[in-house]
């Protein structure tokens, strides 16, 4: 899915906080995702479409009280021309990106 590459990492904490003090390090996307993965961050990528929505039995149970509970996802691209497709006709993947601002 995603193209091989490297991805600059610095530190292990949350993204705002000063990372002036690690070392940086490239490494792979597999490595990245396998990181946040075995740290108990994200799960692995799933298939929305033909896996269907990742939930609890708890937000399930909620679904099933009309109610509407939050479930973040973390959308994976093929590519450039990819993400840019998305972010243009998906605004809220632009307005929710507090992470590179």
Known sequence: MHKKG???M???DAPNM??????????SFK??????IARG???PPVCYTHDGLPTSP???EEFDEGLDPCIHIIRLYEDEEHRASIEESH???QWR?????
């Open 91 to 93: 605004s809220p993947s």
């Open 10 to 12: 610095v530190g292990k």
């Open 41 to 43: 961050w994200a799960g």
């Open 18 to 27: 000063d990372h002036s003090h690690y070392e940086k390090k490239e490494i």
């Open 6 to 8: 490297k991805i600059k």
């Open 97 to 101: 990106n507090h992470y590179l601002k």
């Open 58 to 60: 708890g937000e399930d």
């Open 31 to 36: 490595e990245w995702m396998s990181m946040g």
